[in-house]
Nanobody, 126 residues
Framework: QVQLVESGGGLAQTGDSLRVSCAASGGTFSRYAVNWFRQAPGKEREFVAGTRQSASHIFYADSVKGRFTFSRDNAKGMVYLQMNSLKPEDTALYYC???????????????????WGQGTQVTVSS
């Protein structure tokens, strides 16, 4: 059983930067893909950034490419999302999620993840 706890959200203005963090515990961290999703009010949960388990290639949603950077520290059991040049449309609840069974076609599918954090709110004002 993997437990995930997000932190680092908050209020920002357009153009600002924020970093959200995800702390994982309760499992062998290196065996899991731990990735980022977000959900805005009235919208479906969407993939933001992440990798397959034990893989180095990082996938990004088109809407965040060039602005967000995903990183992972296996020694600390942490995953990060550095968000630069924030826009009001980035406003959402940001979740990290874990899975051991991702394939290329399922990295971006919420249904492919078995463990979820509670989320951290990011609000960007114009």
């Amino acid at each position: 059983q993997v437990q995930l706890v997000e932190s680092g959200g908050g209020l920002a203005q357009t153009g600002d930067s924020l970093r959200v963090s995800c702390a994982a515990s309760g499992g062998t961290f290196s065996r899991y893909a731990v990735n980022w999703f977000r959900q805005a009010p009235g919208k479906e949960r969407e993939f933001v950034a992440g990798t397959r388990q034990s893989a180095s290639h990082i996938f990004y949603a088109d809407s965040v490419k060039g602005r967000f950077t995903f990183s992972r520290d296996n020694a600390k059991g942490m995953v990060y999302l550095q968000m630069n040049s924030l826009k009001p449309e980035d406003t959402a609840l940001y979740y990290c999620a874990a899975s051991q069974t991702l394939i290329l076609s399922t990295v971006s599918r919420p249904s492919a993840y078995h463990y979820w954090g509670q989320g951290t709110q990011v609000t960007v004002s114009s």
